[in-house]
């Protein structure tokens, strides 16, 4: 049974920093993409970054500002949120694949979820 586990949510200021964690357990980290969703209040789900093997990919929102990485011996995945805004506020959640498939940018294309972390970013 495969588990992601969030966390590094909280309250920061415009301009700060975060850095959210995604543990995976439950089987082979390495050989899956991974990504980073976010959900505000009254909107869809909405895609923040992924990473497969060595590739990244942003959503344009956040591009130049967050950070995708994985660190395998330790089955855990990253974001780096640097330079927040106000508009970042959101559940952030992580996610993984069953299989290797196409679609890293749509919540479609996932079949793990973890439970969420709220980040919050005031003005």
């Known amino acids: 049974q495969v588990q992601l586990v969030e966390s590094g949510g909280g309250l920061v200021q415009a301009g700060g920093s975060l850095r959210l964690s995604c543990a995976q357990s439950g089987r082979t980290f390495s050989s899956y993409a991974m990504g980073w969703f976010r959900q505000a209040p009254g909107k869809e789900r909405e895609f923040v970054a992924a990473i497969l093997d060595e590739s990244t990919f942003y959503g344009d929102s956040v591009k130049g500002r967050f950070t995708i990485s994985r660190d395998n011996a330790k089955t855990t995945m990253y974001l780096q949120m640097n330079s927040l805004k106000p508009e970042d506020t959101a559940v952030y959640y992580c996610?993984?694949?069953?299989?290797?498939?196409?679609?890293?940018?749509?919540?479609?294309?996932?079949?793990?979820w973890g439970q969420g972390t709220q980040v919050t970013v005031s003005s």
């Open positions: 996610a993984t694949q069953r299989s290797r498939s196409p679609g890293l940018g749509t919540p479609r294309g996932y079949d793990y």
